[in-house]
């Protein structure tokens, strides 16, 4: 069974940082582009960044680029996203996702984590 | 990377089918076969996969399900309408340059 858990979460100053971090089990790590989406307070969903298998390849959103990395450890069966100088406009839920199938690129959120909150306020 | 376009509500009455539409452009929703759906019971909870690779469905999600695509709109129909499909449904695309995009969300009342 695929299992993704996220912690990390928590209240942050604005201009803060935060190291999210994603748990994986029930699946070969290694063979699966990873990703974070996130849901802000009453919005939708919004993807965030997506990794490669073997972390060559990164693609951000526009408005966390320069400011978040993702990363991962396949040795570890672990996903990461470092966030840096946080906005208010941050506060959201975020999910750690596994593409759907093991693909030459991320295709579609498969599988998710129940999610972190992170809240970026003074 | 503009969201894609869906209706903000729907609504229709047990038994009945509804459609829900996903607008986008031939960067994302026309130019690859990988549109998917995703129920949202509880925002803020984990969202379920429901449809994946424009019409695919998962097992496990009831045949009431299905997705279909025509030029840069993608559709989800559900059929035979249940109270707890009372939800928020979203799209996704992948987008190339290896990005997703997700829809504005739409929410369904049964």
């Known amino acids: 069974e695929v299992q993704l858990v996220e912690s990390g979460g928590g209240l942050v100053q604005p201009g803060g940082s935060l190291r999210l971090s994603c748990a994986a089990s029930?699946?070969?790590?290694?063979?699966?582009?990873m990703s974070w989406v996130r849901q802000a307070p009453g919005k939708g969903l919004e993807w965030v960044a997506n990794i490669k298998q073997d972390g060559s390849e990164k693609s951000y959103v526009d408005s966390v680029k320069g400011r978040f990395t993702i990363s991962r450890d396949n040795g570890e069966n672990s996903l990461y996203l470092q966030m840096n100088s946080l906005r208010a406009e941050d506060t959201a839920v975020y999910f750690c996702?596994?593409?759907?199938?093991?693909?030459?690129?991320?295709?579609?959120?498969?599988?998710w984590g129940q999610g972190t909150l992170v809240t970026v306020s003074s | 990377q503009s969201a894609l376009t869906q209706p903000r509500s729907v609504s229709g009455s047990p038994g009945q089918s509804v459609t829900i539409s996903c607008t986008g452009t031939?960067?994302?929703?026309?130019?690859?076969?990988?549109v998917s759906w995703y129920q949202q019971l509880h925002p803020g909870k984990a969202p379920k996969l429901m449809i994946y690779d424009d019409t695919k469905r998962p097992s496990g999600v009831p045949d009431r399900f299905s997705g279909s695509k025509s030029g840069n709109t993608a559709s989800l129909t559900i059929s035979g309408l249940q109270a707890d499909d009372e939800a928020d449904y979203y799209c996704c695309s992948y987008a190339g340059s290896y990005a997703w995009v997700f829809g504005g969300g739409t929410k369904l009342t049964v």
């Open positions: 029930g699946f070969t790590f290694s063979s699966y582009w």
């Open positions: 031939s960067s994302d929703v026309g130019g690859y076969k990988y």
């Open positions: 996702v596994r593409d759907i199938a093991s693909r030459a690129y991320g295709s579609s959120p498969g599988y």
